[in-house]
Protein backbone atom coordinates (compact mmCIF):
# COMPACT_ATOMS: atom_id res chain seq x y z
CA UNK A 1 0.00 0.00 0.00
CA UNK A 2 1.38 3.30 -0.81
CA UNK A 3 1.61 5.47 2.19
CA UNK A 4 -1.23 8.11 2.26
CA UNK A 5 0.92 10.79 4.62
CA UNK A 6 3.72 13.22 4.03
CA UNK A 7 4.77 12.11 0.32
CA UNK A 8 7.65 14.61 -1.19
CA UNK A 9 6.17 17.52 -2.70
CA UNK A 10 7.00 20.23 -5.18
CA UNK A 11 5.73 23.73 -5.01
CA UNK A 12 4.56 24.57 -8.27
CA UNK A 13 3.72 28.29 -9.03
CA UNK A 14 2.44 28.62 -12.55
CA UNK A 15 2.34 32.80 -12.95
CA UNK A 16 0.12 34.30 -15.77
CA UNK A 17 -0.98 37.73 -16.96
CA UNK A 18 -4.07 37.52 -15.06
CA UNK A 19 -3.89 34.85 -12.78
CA UNK A 20 -1.37 32.53 -9.80
CA UNK A 21 -1.92 29.22 -9.90
CA UNK A 22 0.05 27.67 -6.62
CA UNK A 23 -0.11 24.01 -5.83
CA UNK A 24 1.67 20.91 -4.67
CA UNK A 25 2.48 18.36 -7.00
CA UNK A 26 4.12 14.70 -6.51
CA UNK A 27 6.86 13.00 -8.31
CA UNK A 28 4.09 10.93 -10.30
CA UNK A 29 2.53 14.13 -11.46
CA UNK A 30 -0.45 13.67 -9.37
CA UNK A 31 -1.68 17.58 -7.73
CA UNK A 32 -2.62 17.27 -3.77
CA UNK A 33 -3.73 21.08 -3.91
CA UNK A 34 -3.68 23.78 -5.58
CA UNK A 35 -5.62 27.32 -4.87
CA UNK A 36 -5.94 30.36 -7.68
CA UNK A 37 -4.72 33.52 -6.88
CA UNK A 38 -5.35 37.06 -9.04
CA UNK A 39 -2.30 38.83 -10.37
CA UNK A 40 -2.18 42.64 -10.38
CA UNK A 41 -0.61 43.78 -12.62
CA UNK A 42 -0.84 47.62 -12.69
CA UNK A 43 2.51 47.87 -11.45
CA UNK A 44 5.50 46.43 -11.16
CA UNK A 45 4.84 46.62 -6.44
CA UNK A 46 1.30 45.17 -6.78
CA UNK A 47 2.55 42.34 -9.31
CA UNK A 48 5.03 41.34 -6.90
CA UNK A 49 3.04 41.99 -4.18
CA UNK A 50 0.48 39.90 -6.25
CA UNK A 51 3.20 36.60 -6.01
CA UNK A 52 4.25 36.85 -2.77
CA UNK A 53 0.62 37.00 -1.54
CA UNK A 54 0.06 34.07 -3.65
CA UNK A 55 2.59 32.09 -2.33
CA UNK A 56 2.45 33.15 1.52
CA UNK A 57 -1.58 32.55 1.12
CA UNK A 58 -1.06 29.13 0.21
CA UNK A 59 1.39 28.38 2.58
CA UNK A 60 -0.80 29.67 5.62
CA UNK A 61 -2.22 26.64 4.92
CA UNK A 62 0.12 23.78 6.00
CA UNK A 63 3.31 25.47 6.01
CA UNK A 64 6.62 24.07 3.98
CA UNK A 65 5.94 20.76 5.55
CA UNK A 66 7.28 17.70 2.82
CA UNK A 67 8.01 20.73 0.59
CA UNK A 68 11.52 19.69 -1.34
CA UNK A 69 11.54 22.55 -3.95
CA UNK A 70 9.42 25.33 -6.11
CA UNK A 71 9.65 25.56 -9.24
CA UNK A 72 8.19 29.12 -10.96
CA UNK A 73 6.80 29.08 -14.59
CA UNK A 74 7.07 32.66 -15.73
CA UNK A 75 6.06 34.60 -18.69
CA UNK A 76 8.82 36.21 -20.32
CA UNK A 77 12.26 35.38 -19.91
CA UNK A 78 14.09 33.95 -17.12
CA UNK A 79 17.41 32.99 -16.30
CA UNK A 80 17.87 29.33 -14.68
CA UNK A 81 21.11 29.19 -13.54
CA UNK A 82 20.53 32.61 -11.10
CA UNK A 83 17.22 32.14 -10.29
CA UNK A 84 16.26 35.55 -11.79
CA UNK A 85 12.77 36.83 -13.44
CA UNK A 86 14.69 38.79 -16.05
CA UNK A 87 11.92 40.35 -18.13
CA UNK A 88 8.60 40.29 -19.44
CA UNK A 89 5.99 42.37 -21.73
CA UNK A 90 3.19 41.07 -20.16
CA UNK A 91 3.53 41.84 -16.52
CA UNK A 92 5.39 45.19 -15.68
CA UNK A 93 8.96 43.70 -14.60
CA UNK A 94 11.56 46.26 -16.04
CA UNK A 95 14.65 44.92 -13.89
CA UNK A 96 15.64 40.90 -12.79
CA UNK A 97 13.26 39.95 -9.68
CA UNK A 98 15.97 37.46 -7.56
CA UNK A 99 13.37 35.23 -7.05
CA UNK A 100 14.99 32.06 -5.87
CA UNK A 101 17.17 34.15 -3.66
CA UNK A 102 14.11 35.02 -2.16
CA UNK A 103 12.38 31.55 -1.76
CA UNK A 104 15.19 30.49 0.04
CA UNK A 105 15.64 33.33 2.38
CA UNK A 106 11.68 33.23 3.32
CA UNK A 107 10.95 29.79 3.37
CA UNK A 108 14.51 28.09 3.22
CA UNK A 109 13.18 26.37 -0.15
CA UNK A 110 15.16 25.80 -2.69
CA UNK A 111 13.72 27.42 -6.49
CA UNK A 112 13.48 26.86 -10.15
CA UNK A 113 13.11 28.91 -12.90
CA UNK A 114 11.69 29.18 -16.52
CA UNK A 115 9.21 30.35 -18.88
CA UNK A 116 5.72 29.27 -18.94
CA UNK A 117 6.46 26.90 -21.79
CA UNK A 118 9.45 25.78 -21.28
CA UNK A 119 7.82 24.64 -17.98
CA UNK A 120 4.60 23.11 -20.39
CA UNK A 121 7.38 21.21 -21.92
CA UNK A 122 9.08 19.74 -18.80
CA UNK A 123 5.58 18.73 -17.70
CA UNK A 124 5.07 16.93 -21.25
CA UNK A 125 8.57 15.00 -20.49
CA UNK A 126 7.96 14.07 -17.07
CA UNK A 127 3.84 13.16 -17.08
CA UNK A 128 2.81 13.40 -20.73
CA UNK A 129 4.04 12.53 -24.56
CA UNK A 130 7.66 12.43 -23.51
CA UNK A 131 6.79 9.09 -21.44
CA UNK A 132 6.67 7.74 -25.19
CA UNK A 133 8.87 9.92 -27.46
CA UNK A 134 12.27 11.53 -27.11
CA UNK A 135 11.65 13.69 -30.17
CA UNK A 136 8.83 15.49 -29.88
CA UNK A 137 7.37 19.62 -30.06
CA UNK A 138 5.14 20.75 -27.93
CA UNK A 139 3.37 23.82 -29.45
CA UNK A 140 0.79 26.24 -27.75
CA UNK A 141 -1.86 28.08 -29.43
CA UNK A 142 -3.18 30.04 -27.10
CA UNK A 143 -3.22 33.88 -27.00
CA UNK A 144 -0.16 33.74 -27.96
CA UNK A 145 1.91 31.23 -29.83
CA UNK A 146 5.56 29.32 -28.33
CA UNK A 147 6.93 25.78 -28.66
CA UNK A 148 9.02 23.60 -26.49
CA UNK A 149 11.38 21.84 -28.57
CA UNK A 150 12.57 18.29 -26.94
CA UNK A 151 15.31 16.03 -28.89
CA UNK A 152 16.44 12.99 -27.18
CA UNK A 153 14.13 13.73 -24.27
CA UNK A 154 16.10 17.14 -23.65
CA UNK A 155 14.32 20.42 -23.66
CA UNK A 156 16.04 22.71 -26.27
CA UNK A 157 16.34 26.26 -24.20
CA UNK A 158 18.52 28.19 -26.37
CA UNK A 159 21.62 30.48 -25.99
CA UNK A 160 19.27 32.93 -23.34
CA UNK A 161 16.65 30.38 -22.52
CA UNK A 162 14.33 31.79 -25.01
CA UNK A 163 14.12 29.55 -27.74
CA UNK A 164 10.77 28.28 -28.79
CA UNK A 165 9.51 31.46 -30.25
CA UNK A 166 7.31 29.37 -32.96
CA UNK A 167 4.74 31.98 -32.88
CA UNK A 168 7.39 34.55 -34.15
CA UNK A 169 8.46 32.30 -37.51
CA UNK A 170 7.31 34.19 -40.44
CA UNK A 171 4.74 32.44 -42.10
CA UNK A 172 3.75 35.18 -44.98
CA UNK A 173 5.64 37.76 -45.94
CA UNK A 174 4.33 41.17 -45.58
CA UNK A 175 1.32 39.33 -44.22
CA UNK A 176 -0.21 40.68 -40.31
CA UNK A 177 1.28 43.04 -38.35
CA UNK A 178 2.61 41.57 -35.46
CA UNK A 179 2.59 42.70 -32.03
CA UNK A 180 6.76 42.42 -32.12
CA UNK A 181 6.61 44.77 -34.51
CA UNK A 182 7.41 42.71 -37.45
CA UNK A 183 4.51 41.86 -40.09
CA UNK A 184 3.45 37.52 -41.01
CA UNK A 185 4.52 36.07 -37.77
CA UNK A 186 2.70 32.81 -37.16
CA UNK A 187 1.30 34.47 -33.52
CA UNK A 188 -0.52 37.26 -35.85
CA UNK A 189 -2.65 35.15 -38.06
CA UNK A 190 -2.87 32.00 -36.30
CA UNK A 191 -3.15 32.62 -32.19
CA UNK A 192 -5.97 33.42 -30.35
CA UNK A 193 -5.51 37.09 -30.24
CA UNK A 194 -4.15 37.60 -33.90
CA UNK A 195 -7.47 35.36 -34.80
CA UNK A 196 -9.49 37.61 -32.62
CA UNK A 197 -7.91 41.08 -33.75
CA UNK A 198 -8.28 40.28 -36.91
CA UNK A 199 -11.66 39.20 -37.37
CA UNK A 200 -12.81 42.30 -35.20
CA UNK A 201 -11.15 44.57 -38.01
CA UNK A 202 -12.63 43.00 -40.54
CA UNK A 203 -16.27 42.62 -39.20
CA UNK A 204 -16.68 45.97 -37.58
CA UNK A 205 -16.09 46.96 -41.21
CA UNK A 206 -18.54 44.61 -42.38
CA UNK A 207 -21.91 45.43 -40.86
CA UNK A 208 -23.81 42.32 -42.58
CA UNK A 209 -20.74 39.69 -41.05
CA UNK A 210 -22.30 37.24 -38.56
CA UNK A 211 -19.73 38.51 -36.24
CA UNK A 212 -20.64 42.28 -36.48
CA UNK A 213 -22.57 41.67 -32.92
CA UNK A 214 -19.63 40.21 -31.65
CA UNK A 215 -17.29 42.30 -32.54
CA UNK A 216 -18.58 45.44 -31.41
CA UNK A 217 -19.49 43.91 -27.81
CA UNK A 218 -15.65 42.43 -27.48
CA UNK A 219 -17.46 39.17 -27.19
CA UNK A 220 -15.44 37.38 -30.45
CA UNK A 221 -13.55 34.09 -29.89
CA UNK A 222 -11.32 32.12 -32.09
CA UNK A 223 -14.03 29.21 -31.37
CA UNK A 224 -16.78 31.55 -32.47
CA UNK A 225 -14.78 32.54 -35.60
CA UNK A 226 -14.18 29.04 -36.75
CA UNK A 227 -18.14 27.98 -36.65
CA UNK A 228 -19.35 31.27 -38.33
CA UNK A 229 -16.80 30.23 -41.19
CA UNK A 230 -18.01 26.57 -41.01
CA UNK A 231 -21.90 28.02 -41.40
CA UNK A 232 -19.95 30.24 -44.88
CA UNK A 233 -19.44 34.32 -43.25
CA UNK A 234 -17.08 35.43 -45.47
CA UNK A 235 -15.46 37.46 -42.94
CA UNK A 236 -14.87 34.60 -40.66
CA UNK A 237 -13.65 32.37 -43.37
CA UNK A 238 -11.14 34.69 -44.40
CA UNK A 239 -9.75 35.11 -41.06
CA UNK A 240 -10.50 31.31 -40.40
CA UNK A 241 -8.31 29.85 -43.40
CA UNK A 242 -5.39 32.91 -42.93
CA UNK A 243 -4.61 31.59 -39.36
CA UNK A 244 -5.41 27.83 -40.12
CA UNK A 245 -2.64 27.70 -43.43
CA UNK A 246 -0.26 29.93 -41.03
CA UNK A 247 -0.23 27.02 -38.47
CA UNK A 248 -0.06 24.42 -41.63
CA UNK A 249 3.05 26.30 -42.93
CA UNK A 250 4.67 26.64 -39.59
CA UNK A 251 4.17 23.16 -38.39
CA UNK A 252 5.82 21.86 -41.39
CA UNK A 253 8.65 23.87 -41.49
CA UNK A 254 8.76 23.07 -37.65
CA UNK A 255 8.21 18.66 -38.86
CA UNK A 256 10.52 19.15 -41.55
CA UNK A 257 13.36 21.03 -39.74
CA UNK A 258 13.18 19.11 -36.51
CA UNK A 259 12.09 15.31 -37.58
CA UNK A 260 10.38 15.15 -34.45
CA UNK A 261 8.43 11.78 -33.42
CA UNK A 262 4.85 13.42 -32.51
CA UNK A 263 3.53 16.98 -32.55
CA UNK A 264 1.44 17.82 -29.06
CA UNK A 265 -0.85 20.64 -28.90
CA UNK A 266 -2.08 22.56 -26.17
CA UNK A 267 -4.00 26.02 -25.64
CA UNK A 268 -7.20 27.12 -25.53
CA UNK A 269 -7.82 27.62 -30.33
CA UNK A 270 -7.30 24.01 -30.63
CA UNK A 271 -9.99 22.99 -27.75
CA UNK A 272 -12.51 23.32 -30.07
CA UNK A 273 -11.95 20.44 -32.44
CA UNK A 274 -12.10 22.93 -35.46
CA UNK A 275 -8.18 23.09 -36.20
CA UNK A 276 -6.87 19.71 -35.50
CA UNK A 277 -8.65 17.28 -38.24
CA UNK A 278 -7.03 20.22 -40.53
CA UNK A 279 -3.44 20.57 -39.48
CA UNK A 280 -3.27 16.92 -39.11
CA UNK A 281 -4.49 16.39 -43.05
CA UNK A 282 -1.72 19.17 -44.43
CA UNK A 283 1.05 17.94 -42.46
CA UNK A 284 0.31 14.23 -43.18
CA UNK A 285 0.42 15.43 -47.04
CA UNK A 286 3.01 18.22 -47.29
CA UNK A 287 5.82 17.13 -45.07
CA UNK A 288 8.64 15.82 -46.44
CA UNK A 289 8.37 11.77 -47.48
CA UNK A 290 11.17 10.65 -44.51
CA UNK A 291 9.49 13.18 -41.79
CA UNK A 292 6.10 12.01 -42.39
CA UNK A 293 7.40 8.67 -42.19
CA UNK A 294 8.50 8.96 -38.54
CA UNK A 295 5.74 11.33 -37.19
CA UNK A 296 3.25 9.18 -35.64
CA UNK A 297 0.71 12.54 -35.13
CA UNK A 298 0.00 15.57 -34.18
CA UNK A 299 -1.93 15.11 -31.21
CA UNK A 300 -3.64 16.94 -28.67
CA UNK A 301 -1.97 17.00 -25.04
CA UNK A 302 -2.91 14.51 -22.49
CA UNK A 303 -2.49 16.72 -20.14
CA UNK A 304 -5.37 19.02 -18.37
CA UNK A 305 -5.77 22.33 -19.47
CA UNK A 306 -5.91 23.69 -16.44
CA UNK A 307 -3.04 21.84 -14.43
CA UNK A 308 -0.40 21.83 -17.27
CA UNK A 309 1.29 25.05 -16.20
CA UNK A 310 0.98 23.44 -12.61
CA UNK A 311 2.43 20.65 -13.23
CA UNK A 312 5.16 22.24 -15.56
CA UNK A 313 6.23 24.28 -12.43
CA UNK A 314 6.22 21.60 -10.54
CA UNK A 315 8.22 19.40 -12.74
CA UNK A 316 11.21 22.12 -12.78
CA UNK A 317 11.67 21.26 -8.93
CA UNK A 318 11.67 17.91 -10.09
CA UNK A 319 14.13 18.08 -12.82
CA UNK A 320 16.73 19.17 -9.99
CA UNK A 321 15.15 17.37 -6.60
CA UNK A 322 13.80 14.10 -7.96
CA UNK B 1 57.30 18.49 -29.60
CA UNK B 2 55.13 16.80 -31.73
CA UNK B 3 55.27 13.42 -33.27
CA UNK B 4 55.65 13.35 -37.11
CA UNK B 5 55.39 9.75 -37.46
CA UNK B 6 52.13 7.64 -37.63
CA UNK B 7 49.91 10.11 -36.02
CA UNK B 8 46.02 8.58 -35.15
CA UNK B 9 44.06 9.22 -38.46
CA UNK B 10 39.92 8.74 -39.24
CA UNK B 11 39.37 8.46 -42.93
CA UNK B 12 36.76 10.25 -44.06
CA UNK B 13 34.67 9.65 -46.81
CA UNK B 14 32.93 12.71 -48.41
CA UNK B 15 30.08 11.86 -51.05
CA UNK B 16 28.33 14.28 -53.52
CA UNK B 17 26.04 13.65 -56.30
CA UNK B 18 29.13 13.91 -58.79
CA UNK B 19 32.65 13.24 -56.62
CA UNK B 20 33.77 11.43 -53.91
CA UNK B 21 36.06 12.89 -51.49
CA UNK B 22 38.45 10.26 -49.79
CA UNK B 23 40.98 11.86 -46.82
CA UNK B 24 42.96 11.08 -43.88
CA UNK B 25 42.04 13.57 -40.82
CA UNK B 26 43.91 13.87 -37.20
CA UNK B 27 42.04 14.80 -34.19
CA UNK B 28 42.82 18.29 -34.14
CA UNK B 29 41.30 18.59 -37.94
CA UNK B 30 44.34 18.91 -40.16
CA UNK B 31 44.00 16.59 -43.49
CA UNK B 32 46.93 14.81 -43.91
CA UNK B 33 45.93 13.97 -48.07
CA UNK B 34 43.19 13.48 -49.48
CA UNK B 35 42.01 12.55 -53.09
CA UNK B 36 38.82 13.60 -55.45
CA UNK B 37 37.51 11.12 -57.28
CA UNK B 38 34.23 10.95 -59.57
CA UNK B 39 30.85 9.43 -58.62
CA UNK B 40 28.89 7.49 -61.56
CA UNK B 41 25.38 7.89 -60.95
CA UNK B 42 23.49 6.27 -64.18
CA UNK B 43 22.55 3.58 -61.66
CA UNK B 44 22.81 1.61 -58.46
CA UNK B 45 25.38 -0.57 -59.47
CA UNK B 46 27.97 2.21 -60.78
CA UNK B 47 27.18 4.22 -57.77
CA UNK B 48 28.37 1.96 -55.28
CA UNK B 49 31.35 0.97 -57.70
CA UNK B 50 32.62 4.50 -57.41
CA UNK B 51 32.24 4.58 -53.81
CA UNK B 52 33.80 1.06 -53.41
CA UNK B 53 36.64 2.19 -56.02
CA UNK B 54 36.97 5.55 -54.72
CA UNK B 55 38.11 3.58 -50.72
CA UNK B 56 39.80 1.31 -52.65
CA UNK B 57 42.08 3.91 -54.73
CA UNK B 58 42.89 5.74 -51.51
CA UNK B 59 44.00 2.85 -49.49
CA UNK B 60 46.23 1.21 -51.87
CA UNK B 61 48.58 4.22 -51.20
CA UNK B 62 49.37 3.43 -47.30
CA UNK B 63 46.70 0.64 -46.55
CA UNK B 64 44.95 1.19 -43.18
CA UNK B 65 48.03 2.17 -41.41
CA UNK B 66 46.65 4.25 -38.22
CA UNK B 67 43.71 4.71 -39.53
CA UNK B 68 41.59 4.31 -36.51
CA UNK B 69 38.27 4.39 -38.06
CA UNK B 70 35.68 6.03 -41.09
CA UNK B 71 33.56 8.39 -41.49
CA UNK B 72 31.03 8.72 -43.94
CA UNK B 73 29.13 11.80 -44.56
CA UNK B 74 26.03 10.90 -47.23
CA UNK B 75 23.68 12.70 -49.71
CA UNK B 76 20.09 11.78 -48.29
CA UNK B 77 18.79 9.09 -45.55
CA UNK B 78 21.22 7.48 -43.21
CA UNK B 79 20.76 4.91 -39.90
CA UNK B 80 23.59 5.51 -37.96
CA UNK B 81 22.79 3.13 -35.24
CA UNK B 82 23.26 -0.11 -38.10
CA UNK B 83 25.54 1.70 -40.20
CA UNK B 84 23.11 1.60 -43.47
CA UNK B 85 22.60 4.33 -46.16
CA UNK B 86 19.00 4.00 -46.44
CA UNK B 87 17.81 6.14 -49.53
CA UNK B 88 18.16 8.96 -51.23
CA UNK B 89 17.31 11.42 -54.00
CA UNK B 90 20.32 12.46 -56.22
CA UNK B 91 22.03 8.90 -56.18
CA UNK B 92 19.92 5.91 -56.94
CA UNK B 93 20.02 4.33 -53.63
CA UNK B 94 16.49 2.01 -53.92
CA UNK B 95 17.36 -0.30 -51.31
CA UNK B 96 19.69 0.46 -48.06
CA UNK B 97 23.43 -0.72 -48.12
CA UNK B 98 25.38 -1.83 -45.40
CA UNK B 99 28.58 0.19 -45.41
CA UNK B 100 29.71 0.00 -42.27
CA UNK B 101 29.41 -4.07 -42.61
CA UNK B 102 31.21 -3.43 -45.45
CA UNK B 103 34.17 -1.88 -44.12
CA UNK B 104 34.15 -3.82 -41.13
CA UNK B 105 34.52 -7.24 -43.61
CA UNK B 106 36.99 -5.95 -46.06
CA UNK B 107 38.86 -3.70 -43.84
CA UNK B 108 38.83 -4.46 -40.50
CA UNK B 109 37.56 -0.78 -39.49
CA UNK B 110 34.87 0.48 -37.97
CA UNK B 111 32.43 3.17 -39.41
CA UNK B 112 29.92 5.63 -38.70
CA UNK B 113 27.61 7.09 -41.20
CA UNK B 114 25.32 10.62 -41.52
CA UNK B 115 23.98 12.74 -43.83
CA UNK B 116 26.12 15.61 -45.35
CA UNK B 117 24.55 18.40 -43.08
CA UNK B 118 24.94 16.52 -39.88
CA UNK B 119 28.61 15.70 -40.66
CA UNK B 120 29.26 19.28 -41.94
CA UNK B 121 27.80 20.63 -38.48
CA UNK B 122 29.69 17.63 -36.67
CA UNK B 123 32.91 19.31 -38.32
CA UNK B 124 31.79 22.40 -37.04
CA UNK B 125 31.72 21.63 -33.15
CA UNK B 126 35.10 19.59 -33.66
CA UNK B 127 37.14 22.38 -35.66
CA UNK B 128 34.77 25.27 -36.35
CA UNK B 129 32.19 27.66 -34.52
CA UNK B 130 31.79 24.97 -32.02
CA UNK B 131 35.01 25.41 -30.05
CA UNK B 132 33.56 28.58 -28.74
CA UNK B 133 29.71 28.49 -28.83
CA UNK B 134 27.41 25.64 -27.09
CA UNK B 135 24.18 26.67 -29.48
CA UNK B 136 24.58 27.29 -33.02
CA UNK B 137 22.95 26.77 -36.32
CA UNK B 138 24.89 26.26 -39.04
CA UNK B 139 23.22 26.74 -42.60
CA UNK B 140 24.07 25.32 -45.82
CA UNK B 141 23.11 27.38 -48.91
CA UNK B 142 24.54 25.62 -51.80
CA UNK B 143 22.07 23.41 -54.48
CA UNK B 144 19.77 22.82 -52.12
CA UNK B 145 19.39 24.04 -48.47
CA UNK B 146 20.03 22.28 -44.93
CA UNK B 147 20.87 23.36 -41.44
CA UNK B 148 22.53 21.57 -38.07
CA UNK B 149 21.25 22.83 -35.35
CA UNK B 150 23.10 22.70 -32.06
CA UNK B 151 21.55 22.68 -28.37
CA UNK B 152 24.25 22.35 -25.69
CA UNK B 153 26.98 21.39 -28.04
CA UNK B 154 25.12 18.40 -29.69
CA UNK B 155 23.93 17.78 -33.21
CA UNK B 156 19.83 17.53 -32.76
CA UNK B 157 19.86 14.42 -35.30
CA UNK B 158 15.39 14.03 -35.02
CA UNK B 159 13.41 10.78 -34.63
CA UNK B 160 14.86 9.31 -38.06
CA UNK B 161 18.10 11.21 -38.24
CA UNK B 162 16.32 13.31 -40.63
CA UNK B 163 16.68 16.69 -38.92
CA UNK B 164 17.98 19.49 -40.47
CA UNK B 165 15.62 20.29 -43.50
CA UNK B 166 15.63 23.73 -42.88
CA UNK B 167 15.19 23.93 -47.35
CA UNK B 168 11.52 22.86 -46.34
CA UNK B 169 10.73 25.93 -43.76
CA UNK B 170 7.93 27.45 -45.74
CA UNK B 171 8.75 30.84 -45.89
CA UNK B 172 6.23 31.54 -49.03
CA UNK B 173 2.83 30.51 -49.19
CA UNK B 174 1.76 29.39 -52.69
CA UNK B 175 5.29 30.57 -53.72
CA UNK B 176 7.89 28.87 -55.98
CA UNK B 177 6.96 25.05 -56.68
CA UNK B 178 9.70 23.00 -55.14
CA UNK B 179 11.48 19.67 -56.33
CA UNK B 180 9.64 18.42 -53.22
CA UNK B 181 6.33 18.45 -54.62
CA UNK B 182 4.94 21.70 -52.66
CA UNK B 183 5.43 25.41 -52.81
CA UNK B 184 6.70 28.34 -51.03
CA UNK B 185 9.71 26.00 -49.83
CA UNK B 186 12.93 28.78 -48.75
CA UNK B 187 15.10 25.86 -50.82
CA UNK B 188 12.96 26.99 -53.98
CA UNK B 189 13.24 30.44 -53.58
CA UNK B 190 16.84 30.93 -51.90
CA UNK B 191 19.00 27.77 -52.80
CA UNK B 192 21.32 28.15 -55.69
CA UNK B 193 19.37 25.79 -57.71
CA UNK B 194 16.33 27.35 -57.13
CA UNK B 195 17.54 31.25 -57.80
CA UNK B 196 19.09 29.53 -61.12
CA UNK B 197 15.99 28.08 -61.69
CA UNK B 198 14.05 31.20 -61.31
CA UNK B 199 16.51 33.35 -63.58
CA UNK B 200 16.30 31.15 -66.52
CA UNK B 201 12.71 30.79 -66.51
CA UNK B 202 11.92 34.20 -66.09
CA UNK B 203 15.19 35.15 -68.19
CA UNK B 204 14.17 33.01 -71.13
CA UNK B 205 10.69 35.27 -71.29
CA UNK B 206 12.60 38.20 -72.12
CA UNK B 207 15.47 38.49 -74.44
CA UNK B 208 15.67 42.38 -73.30
CA UNK B 209 17.29 40.81 -69.80
CA UNK B 210 21.26 40.61 -69.57
CA UNK B 211 20.60 37.34 -68.24
CA UNK B 212 19.06 36.19 -71.73
CA UNK B 213 22.27 34.97 -72.93
CA UNK B 214 23.64 32.82 -69.75
CA UNK B 215 20.17 31.31 -69.67
CA UNK B 216 20.30 30.13 -72.91
CA UNK B 217 23.46 29.01 -72.72
CA UNK B 218 22.78 27.04 -69.37
CA UNK B 219 25.46 29.71 -67.58
CA UNK B 220 23.47 30.67 -65.00
CA UNK B 221 25.06 30.63 -61.41
CA UNK B 222 23.45 32.90 -58.62
CA UNK B 223 26.46 35.84 -58.21
CA UNK B 224 25.70 36.38 -62.13
CA UNK B 225 22.00 36.92 -60.95
CA UNK B 226 23.14 39.01 -57.91
CA UNK B 227 25.33 40.92 -59.62
CA UNK B 228 22.58 41.80 -62.87
CA UNK B 229 20.76 42.90 -60.10
CA UNK B 230 22.85 45.35 -58.78
CA UNK B 231 23.37 46.49 -62.43
CA UNK B 232 19.61 47.16 -62.30
CA UNK B 233 18.09 44.50 -64.38
CA UNK B 234 14.70 43.74 -63.60
CA UNK B 235 14.54 39.79 -63.81
CA UNK B 236 17.45 39.59 -61.79
CA UNK B 237 16.13 41.91 -59.13
CA UNK B 238 13.11 39.93 -58.98
CA UNK B 239 14.90 36.62 -58.38
CA UNK B 240 17.25 37.92 -56.11
CA UNK B 241 15.57 39.47 -53.85
CA UNK B 242 12.76 36.60 -53.35
CA UNK B 243 15.94 34.56 -52.64
CA UNK B 244 16.90 37.42 -50.31
CA UNK B 245 13.59 37.57 -48.65
CA UNK B 246 13.17 33.73 -48.38
CA UNK B 247 16.19 33.48 -46.15
CA UNK B 248 15.85 37.04 -44.27
CA UNK B 249 12.24 35.19 -42.74
CA UNK B 250 13.64 31.29 -42.83
CA UNK B 251 16.96 32.76 -40.72
CA UNK B 252 14.51 35.04 -38.62
CA UNK B 253 12.57 31.82 -37.85
CA UNK B 254 15.21 29.95 -36.87
CA UNK B 255 16.28 32.88 -34.88
CA UNK B 256 13.60 33.21 -32.92
CA UNK B 257 12.60 29.46 -32.62
CA UNK B 258 15.96 28.15 -31.65
CA UNK B 259 17.87 30.81 -29.70
CA UNK B 260 21.23 30.14 -30.93
CA UNK B 261 24.30 32.18 -29.69
CA UNK B 262 25.47 32.23 -33.53
CA UNK B 263 24.36 31.17 -37.21
CA UNK B 264 27.59 29.90 -39.45
CA UNK B 265 26.93 29.46 -42.88
CA UNK B 266 28.20 28.19 -45.90
CA UNK B 267 27.72 26.74 -49.28
CA UNK B 268 28.36 28.51 -52.90
CA UNK B 269 25.22 31.08 -52.79
CA UNK B 270 27.38 32.95 -50.09
CA UNK B 271 30.62 32.59 -51.77
CA UNK B 272 30.40 36.13 -53.77
CA UNK B 273 29.48 38.10 -50.11
CA UNK B 274 26.15 39.96 -51.61
CA UNK B 275 23.67 37.81 -49.57
CA UNK B 276 25.23 37.56 -45.86
CA UNK B 277 25.35 41.59 -45.17
CA UNK B 278 21.61 41.70 -46.29
CA UNK B 279 20.74 39.01 -44.46
CA UNK B 280 22.40 40.09 -41.39
CA UNK B 281 21.10 43.43 -41.03
CA UNK B 282 17.42 41.80 -41.54
CA UNK B 283 17.71 39.54 -39.00
CA UNK B 284 19.31 42.09 -36.57
CA UNK B 285 16.43 44.37 -37.52
CA UNK B 286 13.29 41.77 -37.09
CA UNK B 287 14.39 38.97 -34.67
CA UNK B 288 12.99 39.61 -31.43
CA UNK B 289 14.96 41.88 -28.85
CA UNK B 290 16.03 39.04 -26.18
CA UNK B 291 16.85 36.93 -29.29
CA UNK B 292 19.20 39.54 -30.68
CA UNK B 293 20.63 39.86 -27.63
CA UNK B 294 22.35 36.56 -27.11
CA UNK B 295 22.89 36.33 -31.33
CA UNK B 296 26.44 37.46 -31.74
CA UNK B 297 26.97 37.21 -35.36
CA UNK B 298 25.71 35.48 -38.61
CA UNK B 299 28.96 34.42 -39.43
CA UNK B 300 30.53 32.57 -42.88
CA UNK B 301 32.14 28.76 -41.27
CA UNK B 302 35.91 29.11 -40.60
CA UNK B 303 36.28 25.92 -41.99
CA UNK B 304 37.69 25.92 -45.83
CA UNK B 305 34.86 25.36 -48.18
CA UNK B 306 36.35 22.71 -50.10
CA UNK B 307 37.40 20.51 -46.90
CA UNK B 308 34.22 20.89 -44.93
CA UNK B 309 32.78 17.74 -46.29
CA UNK B 310 35.74 15.50 -45.51
CA UNK B 311 36.19 17.39 -42.01
CA UNK B 312 32.67 16.28 -41.62
CA UNK B 313 32.93 12.91 -42.66
CA UNK B 314 36.18 12.11 -40.44
CA UNK B 315 34.67 14.21 -37.36
CA UNK B 316 32.07 11.41 -37.48
CA UNK B 317 34.18 8.78 -36.61
CA UNK B 318 36.15 11.05 -34.33
CA UNK B 319 32.75 11.09 -32.75
CA UNK B 320 33.33 7.49 -31.41
CA UNK B 321 36.85 7.12 -31.42
CA UNK B 322 38.56 9.82 -29.86
Redesign the interface.
Known sequence: MQSQTHPALALGVDVGATKILVGTVDRGGRVHRSERYAMDRNSTEAALASLRGAIAGFLADGGTDGIVGVGFGLPG?TDSATGTWV?CTNVPIPSPVPLAAEMMERYGLRAYLDNDVHAATTAEIAFGVGRSA??FIYLNVGTGIA?G?V??G?L???????????G??????LGVLCT???R?CLEATSSGGGIIAQAKETALADPTSSLYEAATSGRLTSTLVFAAADAGDAVASGVATRAL?GLC??I???A??????IIVVGGGVFADGWLLPRLQKFVGT???R??R???RGIVPSELLVDQVGLLGAASLAWEHES
Open positions: LNRHAVADRIRGALNYAGEAHMMVEPCGQGFYGTSLNLLNPEYALNVRSL
